[in-house]
């Protein structure tokens, strides 16, 4: 589970921002996971979930956007999409990959009180 100290890394961006620019708390949030991230959204969504009591999070609306994963071939030499690291080039079937995009998770807004 992972997803657990992923969870704890987006409080600690929130608490950071905070420390710039102060506020109360967090009353909406909005993260963007990449498919090629290794993040299971479920599982994040149950431990912001389970963190946010007692936290800036607390009551805070959690929207996670997914964002497709693309991957250079270097066989094709053009971004081609893929959904996991193992996919093949969709195009040549080639495995010369490099993943280019969809390959994070992070804060991409948040409206705060
Ligand atoms: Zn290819």
């Known amino acids: 589970m992972h997803e657990v100290s992923l969870a704890g ?19 909406h949030l909005r ?5 090629l991230a290794g ?8 431990a912001l979930e389970s963190l ?7 009551g805070a609306l959690i929207d996670i956007d997914e964002q497709p994963g693309t991957a250079w071939c270097m066989l094709c030499s053009r971004s081609v999409p893929i959904f996991t690291r193992l996919d093949l080039c969709p195009l040549c079937e080639g495995a010369q990959l490099q993943p ?9 807004d948040m409206r705060v009180v």
Do not use: H, M, Y
Request: glycine fraction near 10%; proline fraction near 4%.
């Open 31 to 35: 993260l963007q996971a990449g498919a």
């Open 100 to 108: 280019t995009g969809g390959t994070d998770l992070k804060v991409v």
């Open 9 to 27: 890394g987006i409080l600690q961006v929130v608490e950071q921002t905070r420390a710039r620019d102060p506020f109360e708390r967090v009353t």
């Open 52 to 58: 946010a009591p007692g936290t800036l999070l607390d």
């Open 39 to 46: 993040v299971e959204l479920s599982a994040l969504r149950f």
